[in-house]
Structure formats: C-alpha cells, structure tokens
C-alpha cells in the first residue's frame, strides 16, 4: 500500500516532465490534491497530512520585520517637512538632493529582550532604521536614523542612529563611501560615453564589433560594471570598470577593457579618466591608447564567445545519455506527516525538542532567535554578518574587487525555491517581505522548511553472540533525521545556500554552500596564476568566499565562558609500567579564555573550543556546554556582548576600508569573557580554486563549509534514548528477528484516482 503512495507521486511528476512549463507550485498542488482524494476504510490509514499542525509562540516575536503600514508610517514621517530632513522623492532625485535609500527593521536590544522573554513584562517598543543620502547638506553624507517606537504616534521621534558604530562619524558616511546608487551611475554615465564613443572604432575592431554609445543607446552591444571598493575613505571615490558581452551568462563573457574613472563629488562636471587597461597594459589617456592601436600593438588570438548560451542551466543533451537518468530521483517524503509545529505569524517554528523565532532583515537576510533545546536557550541570536567575496587577478576589476554582499541587500536577493529541488516535496515555504520607498515588497515563496532524512542513522549498536544465525543477541538503531531552513540569495551572479539544520539530537549546523557564474576575467596565456581558461576567452577569477556570522551564546543564561581543550602530548612516568620509563601519552590541557579575541582552529583540529556556563554542571558534575565543530576553512572571535556592538560589519563599510564607520578589531579592547554574556563570531568559507567544472555554473557539492554546535556535557546522556523512531532488534527462540518499533511503524496509505491509472497514463503521453 505505501507502493501506491509512492506510484502516485511518481505519477505525478511523469505528468508535470511531459508538459512545456509548469507554473511553480504544479508539483505541489497534484501532490496535495491527489492526497485529499485518499480513502479511509478499515484497511488502510490516513496519507500524510501537508500542513505543519499550528502552535502558538509563548511570546510575542520582537524581532518580527517592520510590517508594511510601520514601513509606509515611517516613510511619511521622515518625508513630512516637520522633519526637518528636507527630502525629495528617490525617483525625482539627483546626487546634490537629500532621499531615503532604504528603511529597515532596527533590531530590539538584548538587555531590552531577555527581561520581556524571560519575565512579565511588556514586549519592548519596536523601531525602524533608514538610511537616508544626504546629498543636498553643506558636507555631503550619508546618515542612518532610528525611527520610533513603532507604530508611528506622537512619541514618535526620528534620531541618528550613532551607537552601533565606532569609527567616529557614528551613523554617517561621507558622500564619496556611501552607496553606489542608481544615481551616482547616472552622474558618471556622461563621462564614460564620452570615452567610449571616442574609442568605439577601437572596441569594435579589438572585441569584433562591440561598442558603447551608452545603456539606452540601441548601437550599444556591451554592458558595464563595476564593483566595490569605490572609495577607500571617503574622501575619494572611483569606479573600475569592465566591460562584457550582454547576455544572460554575461558574466562569463567578459572582454578586456577597463576604463579607471574618478567619480569624486557630487559635482559630475569634475570627474575625469584615471587610464585604460587593455592588452595587459595602462594607456593614461585615449591618445596613448590611440598612438598603441594604430601602430598595431593590440590584438587578440583569440575572441570572447558571441554564444549567450553556453553557459545556462539549461539541459545540454550533447553531453550524452546515462543509463536509467529518465527516472526520477530518489526524494525524501514526510510519511509519517510534518513533525514540527509553526506559529505562521509569529513565525515561530517547533521541532523534537527545539523552538525558535525567524526573523528577517533586507540586509542580513534570515535570523534566528531564543533558540531553546528542551526548553533551556541555547542561543539568544544566529544570524549571517557578511558575506564576502575577494577576489584576485591581473585586471584593475579582479585586483580591485572585494564584495560585501550586505551592501548589496543581501536579504532582498532571498527569491523563489524549487519544491522537490532546491528543498524537498513537501516543505513548507513562506515569503520573505521588504520594504523599498513607500511599498512592501514580497518574495514569494523564498524560505523552506523541512525535515529530511540524515540518510544515515543517529546511532546503532549490535551486540554479538546469541544463537541466532545473525550473530547477534541485540541490535538498536535510531533514525537520523533534522529539521532544515534554508534560502538561497542570488547577489548577482552568486547563488549562497544559506542552511541552518537543527539536528535531533541537540546539536545544530550552519552550512554555507554556493554556486551561480563565475566572475570571470578575459583569458591570457600567461596569467595561469589568477584562474584556470574555462572557454576561450574567460579565465574562472580566483577568488575567496568568507562568511561571517554571529551566534550569541546562552548556555542555560548568559553567564558562559569559552572553554579550550587542548590535546598536548605530555612525557609522563608510572610505577605500574617500570620497563618505559618516561613514556609518552595523550592529555587534555584545559583552560578558559579569559579575554575578548580573535582566534585561528588550531592545526589538525587538535583543540576543542567549548561555550560553557560553569555554573551549571549536568549529573556528572561537568560544566554544561555546547562544542564548536569546525568543517573546511574557518576562524573564530569571542567578544562580550553589548547592545552597541550588535553587527560584525556595517552595510556601508565596503567602500571605506581605510576608515571603517565600524571598525570590528575595536571590539576587542581586553574585556573579560569568564562567565559573561559571550558572542562567538565565526567565519565559513571556501577559497575558490575556480575550475574548468564551475561552468556553467559551480557547484553545491564542492563549494560548501559549515560548523556545528553540539552538547558538550548539556545533557547526561546522548539525547537519542527519547527518540522512538528506532528500532530495537532481537532474535527469538525460533532464530526469527523480532523487532520493537515502539509503535512507529512505517505508515501505509492508499489512494484512489478518479480515473484509472492507465488513463492518467494516456494524458500524460500527449
Ligand atoms: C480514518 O479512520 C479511522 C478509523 O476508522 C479514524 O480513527 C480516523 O480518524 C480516520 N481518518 C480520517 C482522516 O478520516
Ligand atoms: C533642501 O534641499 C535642497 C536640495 O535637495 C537644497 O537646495 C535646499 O537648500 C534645502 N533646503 C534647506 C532649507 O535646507
Ligand atoms: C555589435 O553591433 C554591431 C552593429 O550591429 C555588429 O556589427 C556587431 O557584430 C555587434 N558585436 C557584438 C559583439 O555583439
Ligand atoms: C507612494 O509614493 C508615491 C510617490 O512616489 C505616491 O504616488 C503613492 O501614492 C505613494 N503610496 C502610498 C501608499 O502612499
Ligand atoms: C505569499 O506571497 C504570495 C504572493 O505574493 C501571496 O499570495 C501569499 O498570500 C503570501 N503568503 C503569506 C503567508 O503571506
Ligand atoms: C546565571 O545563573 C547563575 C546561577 O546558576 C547565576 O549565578 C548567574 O547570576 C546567572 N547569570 C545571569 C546573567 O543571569
Ligand atoms: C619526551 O621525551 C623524549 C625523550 O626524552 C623527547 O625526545 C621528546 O621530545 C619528549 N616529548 C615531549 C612531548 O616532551
Ligand atoms: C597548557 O596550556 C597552557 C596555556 O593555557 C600552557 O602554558 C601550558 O604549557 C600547556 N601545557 C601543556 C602540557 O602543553
Ligand atoms: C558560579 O560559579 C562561580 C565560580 O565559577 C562561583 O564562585 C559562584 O559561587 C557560582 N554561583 C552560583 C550561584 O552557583
Ligand atoms: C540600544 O541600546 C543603546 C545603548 O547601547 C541605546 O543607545 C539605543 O537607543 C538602544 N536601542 C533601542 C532600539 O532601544
Ligand atoms: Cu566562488
């Protein structure tokens, strides 16, 4: 009877391959609707429900987005004149006027958080953050204000929102740092089709008849862009631009030639050309470049492919047939029906154990809050800082390039999951909503929620001997299994998987996994060392990907130390062994961090790291914690926590390395972390050995890192003894295995069509 389950599934997606484009959702709906056709007689029972069943969130979700009338309520009060701000309408606006750039949810103070949590009292006052463009002041800046307490009332106040930065300008930047905007493109748009339209012979004879007359002009068959840094301290501001083939793997089809611009001010009449980069080498002015193309020293062996399609997604049946590929893939199913409960609009999430609040920023995209494992916090806050990208290369835009992808909005680039292949059938998915001017905007459908199978067991043991021809006398196995959240961000050419997988036995991963194009630089033969040829003309752009998050630890409360157990091997003598003398052997050399740092894992994984309140020891008279295990490349911080020091980056900081309005080494000043509030701040990453495989695009296989946090001495026992999805296994006197399944059987369902199979068969096939 499961079998049927299963053919109807499988019946369905045959259904969904044969049809040109089914709208997304298609696979899901038949699912569902052929389940709600199921039958309920003696025989058979119910098919999984696929609905998660609802609770309700015991408080209030203080970190919940602004929502739209907060958004619109704001946005009306930061425009009425009475504030003073002086604002135009983004659209209507120019680089010497003052406009909001974008208005977020400013998140509550932890020291306002944990007595509301943990207490009686009121849920604390919500407030928004907008960063507003101030281009129209004396000193041209850019300022965050702080906008509240929500909803918007008289006691309402718009305030500079200074304290969560130290670099000394507080919640201002200057004009030359702050977001390269739509605007300021605009302003230097002038300059760069003077420039190309005075070299358009020379494009279009080097790059086989491309040239730029500007981004509106129908003759312009090349795109431009240019990354960040575009200032080092505000003080200056440039732009590096490269130009590619449009297209829609237009990143993989860049071709060589950058033009340097300063774009200083908000006076575009004074920008200038810093010099060309072509050919592998710097012409300072049109005229160099002139003089170099006619005497003939430019040229190419070469071209960059014209062929927009090389490199998409797209089935590409000259690769070859593979045996059996026309079947479906194996996919995990929720048979038994969802085991975790959600409070939808609290955004409130249940699961063997676990309860959690999501929140959600257009910066950060998903966080997670007062995550509680059997009722004791674990963590107060998880959540993504940054996700960075440096890059390396020969070219002024490879060599020039490091992207902070918060700068970006990483959050707003969280778009639409694929059931059944970005996330299993099944999954629950909910929209992500942010704000841009005046409206609300939705993604739909841009997290999921899960449980899979780990596809392996959580634990096992068979104890031998016994009479049975199996060998053994006993056999216990405990299905694996975790509750997943996931988004993918799409920043531009990067696709990052953002997984954050709570694990049934207490412990909890983040994984980072990315794929999406390259950016690609044009290919030399002799620049081997910044990138392998991957087409004719693109060389894969070695890279580095850091992501830096934050997890603020509370290991029962917030009084937690970081414990460091080293492996030391020690020369030792015994009495019991005379005949070695001073022999060597295997030690732990325990000790606490005492001060606020930064740290590397040391080599071979020869240390633990531990967050512990030693305070609270378990049965066994251990500290209780939780272990940070590292997977692939990553490093550590451990700060004390303050409500002044909630971020590891500011989304402006890219374009001010040389001052950064938030400075991270400044958390560290010495403060003691020995049973304090700590927050562990860690990076994953891969280092990007692009390869010839990274295209089309690369891979989640190869490129993915995480960590996990595991009970170290929380509990007395591994958490798994709870967990009646085991089995327990044991020979009879007959020889025959008898097995306890405590109840939890696999579920068996039974589904009648409407019409019979062979029909459904029939439609398919036309
Ligand atoms: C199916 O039938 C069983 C027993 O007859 C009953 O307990 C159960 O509630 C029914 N389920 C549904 C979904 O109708
Ligand atoms: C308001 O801003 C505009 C630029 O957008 C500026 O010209 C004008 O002087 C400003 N008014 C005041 C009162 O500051
Ligand atoms: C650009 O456009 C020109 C004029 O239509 C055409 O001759 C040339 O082939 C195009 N080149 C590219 C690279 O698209
Ligand atoms: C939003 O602002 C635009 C002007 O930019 C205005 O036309 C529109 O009515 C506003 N919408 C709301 C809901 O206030
Ligand atoms: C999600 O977004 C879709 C499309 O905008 C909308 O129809 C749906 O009601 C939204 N769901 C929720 C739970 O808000
Ligand atoms: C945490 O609990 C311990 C007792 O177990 C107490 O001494 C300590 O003050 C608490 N810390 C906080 C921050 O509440
Ligand atoms: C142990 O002693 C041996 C011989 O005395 C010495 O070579 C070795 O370095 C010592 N090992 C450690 C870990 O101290
Ligand atoms: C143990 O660690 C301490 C520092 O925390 C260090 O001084 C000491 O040498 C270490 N002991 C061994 C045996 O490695
Ligand atoms: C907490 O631990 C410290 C030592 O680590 C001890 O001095 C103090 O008495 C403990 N407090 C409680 C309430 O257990
Ligand atoms: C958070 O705390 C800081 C002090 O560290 C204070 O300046 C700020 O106003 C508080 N923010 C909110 C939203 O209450
Ligand atoms: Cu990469």
């Given at each position: 009877m499961l079998l049927q389950c299963l053919t109807l599934v499988t019946l369905g997606l045959g259904l969904v391959a044969s049809s040109a484009l089914p709208p997304l959702g298609y696979e899901r709906r038949l699912l569902r609707s052929a389940f709600d056709k199921r039958t309920n007689d003696s025989t058979t029972k119910a098919c999984p429900s696929t609905e998660a069943p609802a609770t309700f969130a015991p408080k209030e979700n203080i970190w919940a987005p602004i929502s739209a009338d907060d958004n619109l309520a704001v946005w009306n009060l930061l425009h009425d004149s009475a504030s003073g701000l002086n604002l135009t309408l983004p659209d209507d606006a120019v680089l010497t006027n003052n406009y909001v750039s974008w208005i977020d949810t400013l998140h509550t103070n932890k020291s306002d958080a944990i007595p509301y949590l943990d207490g009686d009292g009121p849920a604390p006052p919500k407030y928004a953050r907008a960063i507003i463009f101030e281009g129209g002041k004396e000193v041209p800046v850019s300022q965050e204000y702080m906008i509240g307490p929500l909803p918007v009332g008289p006691e309402s106040t718009i305030e500079k929102l200074d304290y969560m930065y130290n670099g000394g300008m507080g919640g201002a930047v200057p004009f030359n740092g702050r977001y390269f905007d739509s605007q300021r493109s605009a302003a230097t748009e002038p300059l760069i089709v003077l420039v190309m339209t005075e070299l358009a012979d020379i494009t279009s004879a080097l790059f086989q008849g491309a040239v730029y007359y500007g981004s509106s002009d129908e003759r312009t068959n090349l795109s431009l862009t240019s990354g960040t840094p575009a200032s080092y301290d505000g003080t200056q501001a440039f732009r590096n631009i490269m130009f590619r083939f449009p297209g829609p793997t237009t990143y993989m089809t860049p071709i060589d030639f950058f033009l340097l611009i300063d774009c200083t001010g908000t006076d575009s009449s004074l920008y200038f050309l810093k010099g060309i980069v072509t050919n592998e080498r710097f012409f300072k002015t049109t005229e160099e470049l002139r003089a170099a193309f006619e005497a003939g020293e430019l040229g190419y062996d070469y071209d960059q492919t014209l062929d927009a399609d090389w490199a998409l997604v797209d089935y590409k049946p000259e690769l070859g047939v593979r045996a059996l590929e026309e079947r479906f893939a194996p996919s995990s199913l929720e048979l038994g029906g969802k085991r975790y409960k959600l409070d939808k609009e609290r955004k409130y999430i249940e699961y063997m154990g676990w309860s959690f609040y999501l929140s959600f920023t257009r910066t950060l995209g998903i966080m997670f809050y007062d995550i509680k494992f059997k009722g004791e916090r674990i963590l107060y806050e998880l959540s993504l800082q940054e996700a960075t990208a440096q890059y390396g290369g020969f070219q002024p835009k490879a060599a020039g390039t490091v992207y902070h992808d918060t700068y970006y909005s990483l959050g707003t680039d969280m778009g639409v999951l694929v059931e059944g292949?970005?996330?299993?059938?099944g999954s629950t998915l909910w929209n992500v909503t942010y704000h841009e001017a005046n409206t609300t905007v939705v993604n739909p459908e841009a997290i999921c929620i899960f449980e899979a199978d780990s596809g392996f067991p959580l634990s096992r043991h068979r104890t031998g001997g016994g009479d049975s021809e199996y060998g053994f006398q006993n056999l216990g196995t405990v299905k694996g299994a975790q509750l997943t959240v996931r988004a993918v961000a799409t920043v531009g050419n990067y696709d990052y998987m953002f997984d954050y997988s709570f694990h049934v036995d207490g412990s909890l991963e983040t994984i980072v996994r990315a794929s999406g194009y390259l950016q690609s630089s044009f290919y030399f033969a002799d620049q081997g060392k910044w990138g392998p040829r991957i087409q004719a003309g693109t060389q894969g752009s070695l890279h580095s990907h850091i992501l830096t998050y934050k997890a603020d630890f509370d290991i029962v409360n917030s009084s937690n130390s970081l414990e460091v157990s080293d492996l030391v091997v020690v020369n030792q003598t015994q009495p019991w062994f005379p005949e070695l003398g001073s022999f060597a052997q295997m030690e732990l050399n325990i000790s606490t961090m005492t001060e606020e740092q930064q740290f590397n894992w040391t080599p071979n994984n020869q240390a633990m790291y531990c967050v512990i309140n030693k305070n609270e020891t378990n049965k066994w008279g251990q500290a209780r914690g939780y272990r940070i295990t590292p997977f692939s490349k990553s490093h550590l911080a451990v700060t004390r926590q303050h409500d002044n020091e909630p971020y590891a980056n500011s989304v402006q900081n890219i374009n001010m390395p040389f001052k950064p309005q938030q400075d991270f080494l400044k958390f560290f000043d010495g403060e003691s972390i020995e049973q304090e509030d700590i927050v562990v701040w860690f990076n994953l990453g891969m280092h990007h050995f692009t390869r010839a495989e990274d295209v089309p695009v690369t891979l989640y296989t190869e490129a993915f890192s995480s960590i996990t946090f595991s009970p170290q001495n929380?509990?007395?026992?591994?958490?798994?003894?709870?967990?009646?999805n085991r089995r327990w296994v044991v020979p009879n006197e007959e020889g025959e295995l008898e097995y306890d399944a405590y109840g939890v059987e696999l579920p068996t369902c039974e589904v009648t069509f409407e019409e019979p199979v062979d029909e459904i068969l029939t439609v398919q096939e036309t």
């Open positions: 292949f970005d996330c299993p059938f929380f509990f007395d026992r591994a958490q798994d003894g709870d967990l009646r």
